[in-house]
């Protein structure tokens, strides 16, 4: 694959954030699309760039632990400050 279709390729996953930034959406939506869309781009980082797709088994079966709970992490220290600010913006 040559250097403008990588570049065609990155630049097709930054128009969905933009096209969603322009949506009206409710943030909690949108916090979750855009999760999920991280998480996605995160997992084919890791598969064809870091070439975890052609590594063993053993390692990979290593890392998804891992990043589930860093992922609960930040569930735990990050959301209950998120709510906490949303309830305290003016109606």
Avoid: D, W
Avoid at 5 to 18: D, L, M, N
Avoid at 63 to 71: D, E, K, M, S
């Amino acid at each position: 694959m040559n250097t403008q279709a990588h570049a065609e390729e990155a630049h097709a996953g930054a128009s969905v954030e933009v096209i969603l930034a322009y949506e009206h959406l409710q943030p909690s939506v949108m916090l979750t699309v855009l999760v999920v869309l991280s998480l996605v781009k995160a997992a084919m980082i890791m598969s064809f760039f870091m070439h975890l797709k052609y590594e063993k088994f053993a390692l990979v079966l290593l890392l998804i632990p891992a990043t589930i709970f860093c992922i609960c992490m930040m569930f735990i220290f990050f959301f209950p400050e998120a709510f906490r600010l949303l309830q305290m913006r003016p109606h």
